[in-house]
């Protein structure tokens, strides 16, 4: 009986206000709160309300035999608190349902599992504590920034008290293994659960596209293949983000009577069920060894880093970002990790997506290079407040 493991990516950045060169050394405020919160009620809007409320319909309609997963970032969840508490009220009745589980996170979206793992560990433990004070769960299972995944990093959670991580289902690695059975890292400390992204995109990315030989694409048809994996299969992931309801996929394209009538289809095949993320670890063992050394992620074809590590400009500024590392005062330590959100350097990205480029929506920037000079001059004027003759280098 195959476990379906739905996980729902839930975050929004603090946007960079347009700041010039000469904003440096007069202007301390770097974030754009009139442009976040239009960004974040629209999705509010669109998305978020419209599909929380859903799911609780469904959990409850299904006697909690519907289950999901929520990452939910710790930036998202500060946005939310100052615009709309009501969304938190939302998660907090689902985390009630005994049929929701909150996966582990970094609290700001961060890139730091790159470059320090003094910091990574310290925003996994913020952002557990804040699960820990709004819902009143320990995640057992997390997920990086982007499903970014290295061998390095199952070190890294382990001693930070996790059982298993999310990452991409990647060919390359698999070979000719599946991505429906639960792996290990190579020293055997940790479970990693693998998305399927072909079936995850097919609900993501191709729902609406009539260009598709599935199109459209019915509950029926999706339980359908869901259940074909009976046999060869013990866990089906299907990881996506939370904008797809309302958002990347809009009401008219049919989403919401998608998601309303998949649970039903899947429960009335007596071979599928729903599960979290923690109780799957616990049921199936291990079929393997999935080891990367480089890291791999979730995005576009590739599965690496070139979405946000692709270009010289991206990596001169995440390079220059954490050069100021030990020179960060405590009071400007939650600026300096607002500017490590992983969505800063995708907008300098100069690559082309093949997976739709669904964040061009939320981009607040005409072309990656005025993202770069955007993010340069913050940097200057940060460099200018942390103390005096600082020295700033590029690592080698």
């Known amino acids: 009986m195959p476990s379906i493991v739905f996980y729902f990516k839930i975050h929004q950045p603090e946007r960079l206000k347009h700041y010039t060169v000469f904003d440096i050394g007069q202007d301390p405020n770097y974030f754009d709160d009139e442009r976040n919160k239009f960004y974040l009620d629209r999705i509010v809007s669109k998305c978020y309300i419209p599909t929380l409320n859903l799911l609780k319909e469904l959990i409850k309609e299904t006697n909690g035999r519907f289950k999901v997963n929520f990452g939910a970032t710790g930036i998202l969840f500060d946005q939310l608190k100052k615009w709309h508490p009501e969304v938190i009220s939302l998660f907090k009745q689902l985390s009630q349902t005994n049929s929701v589980e909150f996966i582990g996170e970094t609290y700001y979206h961060s890139l730091s599992c790159l470059m320090s793992e003094r910091d990574f560990k310290e925003q996994i433990i913020l952002h557990k504590n804040l699960i820990k004070k709004l819902f009143n769960q320990e995640p057992q299972v997390f997920s990086n920034t982007e499903l970014i995944y290295f061998d390095q990093i199952a070190d890294y959670i382990k001693d930070l008290g996790f059982k298993a991580i999310l990452t991409e289902g990647v060919d390359r690695i698999l070979e000719w293994r599946s991505p429906n059975f639960i792996y290990n890292d190579p020293k055997e400390k940790i479970k ?79 071979d599928l069920e729903f599960s979290l993320a923690s109780e799957v670890i616990c049921k199936y063992p ?75 929506y939320f981009n607040p920037y005409d072309n990656p290079y005025e993202a770069y000079l955007n993010f340069r001059n913050i940097i200057e004027d940060l460099k200018l407040r942390i103390k005096p003759n600082v020295k700033i280098y590029i690592r080698n």
């Open 192 to 270: 990693i659960l693998l998305r399927n992204y072909k079936l995850s995109d097919d609900m993501s990315f191709r729902f609406s596209a009539k260009w598709w030989s599935e199109w459209p694409l019915t509950a029926d048809k999706f339980a359908s293949w869901l259940e074909a994996y009976n046999g060869n299969g013990e866990v089906i992931n299907l990881f996506m983000d939370f904008e797809t309801f309302g958002e990347h996929q809009w009401p008219e394209t049919g989403i919401f009577d998608f998601l309303k009538n998949l649970p039903f289809e899947v429960l009335k095949r007596k």
């Open 286 to 360: 291990s079929r393997g060894i999935f080891s990367s050394f480089s890291p791999v992620t979730w995005a576009d074809t590739e599965r690496d880093l070139t979405a946000w590590l692709g270009n010289e400009m991206q990596k001169e500024c995440l390079e220059l970002l954490f050069s100021i590392e030990k020179q960060i005062p405590f009071y400007l330590k939650e600026t300096w990790r607002k500017l490590q959100t992983a969505d800063h350097f995708y907008y300098m990205c100069t690559k082309w997506f093949a997976d739709g480029d669904v964040h061009k």
